[in-house]
């Protein structure tokens, strides 16, 4: 069965400061992967996601995400934190034919400090 | 457009008691998902519909839960004889597999309490 690993459960980090949130999956098909953010109170929002080709890719509020497939990794970053950028991150993982259901992992609390 | 809508957006409800929870999926999505996020169990998945079907309804934790999606739109969660243990938000979303994309697309959820 699939499962996706998000190693660190809470982050601060520095207004300004670059950001790194790792996320590694276990899964024999070819994955697709997601980056969801979640605000307080609210659903959850698409960062980005990984289906095929460029295995940089950019998302929304200046993210991005690189898949290596030899690391089982699709870890998000971002060169410069917002304040505004604190919420729970989730990785997710996917694939054609399983009915796309997604497996979490079981997120990253982001605190940013001012 | 329209996002995906949920209602209601919080119940407080007493053990036992029945409650349905329901999802307008996106305009034109074919498929629809349900979730269950809970502070012991993370993002679980529930169910899956194509159209009105459920070619996938492996997480439903019990056959207290059960689920339709009509017209292939609107669906609605049922919770029978609900239990405490049932407290968890309830979180919808759909993706349109007619253009193969697999996006997934998140309604705000439903917020259920059972004392």
């Known amino acids: 069965a699939q499962s996706v690993t998000q190693p660190d459960i809470h982050i601060t980090v520095s207004e300004g400061a670059s950001l790194e949130l790792r996320c590694n999956y276990s899964y024999g098909a070819t994955p697709y992967l997601f980056w969801y953010v979640q605000s307080p109170g609210q659903g959850l929002q698409l960062l980005l996601k990984y289906f095929s080709g460029d295995t940089l890719v950019q998302g929304i509020k200046g993210f991005e995400a690189e898949f290596k497939r030899s690391q089982s990794s699709f870890n998000l970053r971002k060169p410069s934190v917002h304040w505004s950028d604190a919420a729970e991150y989730f990785c997710?993982?996917?694939?054609?034919?399983?009915?796309?259901?997604?497996?979490f992992g079981t997120g990253t609390q982001l605190k940013v400090e001012l | 457009g329209a996002g995906v809508s949920q209602s209601p957006s919080n119940k407080v409800t007493e053990k036992g008691k029945d409650v349905e929870l329901r999802c307008d999926p996106i305009?034109?999505?074919?498929?629809l998902y349900w979730y269950r996020q809970s502070l012991g169990q993370g993002l679980e998945f529930l169910i899956y519909f194509q159209g009105n079907s459920a070619p996938d309804k492996s997480g439903l934790p019990s056959d207290r839960f059960s689920a339709e999606r009509t017209g292939g739109s609107v669906s609605t969660l049922t919770i029978q004889r609900t239990q405490q243990e049932d407290s968890a938000v309830y979180l919808c979303?759909?993706?349109?597999?007619?253009?193969?994309?697999?996006?997934?697309?998140f309604g705000p959820g439903t917020r259920l309490l059972v004392l």
């Open positions: 997710a993982v996917t694939f054609t034919g399983g009915g796309n259901k997604l497996t």
């Open positions: 979303a759909s993706s349109n597999r007619a253009l193969n994309s697999e996006t997934q697309y």
């Open positions: 305009s034109g999505h074919t498929a």
